[in-house]
């Protein structure tokens, strides 16, 4: 079960969060920071942006940006304290608390999945599968099930997109692998040692582009969500650990101040602009595919940066089944508030 924030530490939060707020500067000696990411796509622009346009480093932090290799990495990384702060799926943190590491959510960052499209082999959509259903009754020539690969098993896309699966009951007719970073999930396509790739629409575009994938199902519609999902809920959130939240709340504070002036960047800046900023993090797909999938992820985005319970319930039966294997978890469990609410103070729309 996860820990709560302990009395000890909300009141240092209290006590520490006016000037490190203000400044972003009031912390212990260690003014260094490690932020990780999974892969080197748009999605986990928030980072990039903090990074890009100097925010970290406003708020006193020398930070520097870790490609994970997957989510499932990210939050590994994480919990050997060897990160200070992910971003990922917003079970990572429950996993993490399941097993003893008390993950905490600092901010949440979208309201519906924006990478959890699937692209199946041209060759495969020329065959005449153009739906998951078709998909499911193919067989491979050497008799097996269809492979999907997703980044990490485990991760944003695998989550997401065994849900929709699981609920079309077609997820036990496929086999699912993770393939990594980008370079490798879209080399695994192209060589067709996977049948189907999940992943985001810059993959999606530069594959098309290519000739050798095409869209098979696009989880990310607003009308596919709503009609699976019901609404908005929190798919991907900046984590950590209680542990590394109690050693320094204030530093913890300047991350989020700092992911915080992000978030409200982003929404005053063009798709055009923010590439441009977040370009060198994401270079192994075109500007073309890049800008594509900023421009749907401005319409996910949460601005506000918030949990209400009502988002929480709909995410529970994605989180809380049997192939993520999370117990259950309250929203107060997980979802640590404070800091998010001083940056918005600090930082007024």
């Known amino acids: 079960m996860a820990k709560h924030v302990t009395r000890r530490s909300a009141l240092t939060i209290i006590a520490c969060s006016g000037a ?15 932020v990780i990411y999974p892969v080197a796509v748009p999605v986990y622009q928030t980072q990039f942006v903090a990074d890009r ?5 406003d708020a006193g932090l020398d930070c520097r940006l870790i490609q994970g290799g997957s989510g499932v990495k990210t939050r590994e990384i994480i919990a050997s304290s060897q990160g200070d702060i992910g971003i990922g799926d917003i079970t990572h943190p429950m996993q993490l608390s399941n097993h003893g590491r008390a993950g905490r959510v600092l ?3 979208d309201t519906r999945s924006s990478s959890v ?10 065959q005449g599968i153009t739906s998951l259903e078709a998909l499911a009754a193919w067989k491979r020539p050497d008799g097996r099930k269809p492979i999907v690969s997703v980044s990490s098993l485990g ?47 810059s993959l999606l575009n530069d594959s098309v582009e290519q000739g050798w994938g095409a869209l098979l199902f696009d989880g990310t519609d607003e009308a596919i969500w709503n009609k699976y999902i019901g609404g908005k809920v929190p798919v991907t959130a900046h984590f950590t ?6 050693k320094d709340p204030p530093k913890m504070q300047a991350f989020v101040n700092a992911l ?22 994401v270079g192994s797909t075109s500007r073309a595919a890049n800008i594509l999938e900023i421009t749907a992820l401005q319409k996910v985005v949460d601005y506000e940066a918030s949990v209400d ?18 117990k259950p978890l309250t929203i107060a469990e997980v979802i640590s508030p404070a800091f998010i609410e001083a940056a918005r103070k600090a930082y007024p729309t």
């Open 20 to 34: 490190s707020v203000m400044s972003g500067r009031a912390w212990a000696e260690d003014k260094t920071g490690r």
């Open 53 to 57: 346009i100097g925010y970290f480093k």
């Open 107 to 109: 901010m949440p960052v």
């Open 117 to 126: 499209i699937f692209i199946i082999r041209k060759d495969l959509k020329d």
């Open 155 to 201: 991760g944003t896309n695998h989550v997401w997109a065994s849900y929709y699966m699981e609920t079309m009951g077609l997820d036990d007719k496929v086999t699912w692998i993770g393939t990594g970073n980008v370079d490798t999930m879209l080399g695994s396509l192209k060589t067709r040692q996977v049948d189907v790739l999940v992943s985001s629409l």
């Open 241 to 246: 650990l209680q542990a590394t939240i109690d």
């Open 260 to 281: 915080w002036r992000a978030t409200r960047w982003i929404k005053m800046h063009s798709p055009e602009e923010i590439y441009g900023t977040i370009e060198p993090y």
């Open 309 to 326: 319970a009502a988002g929480w319930a709909r995410g529970e039966k994605v989180w809380f089944r049997e192939m993520t294997g999370i």
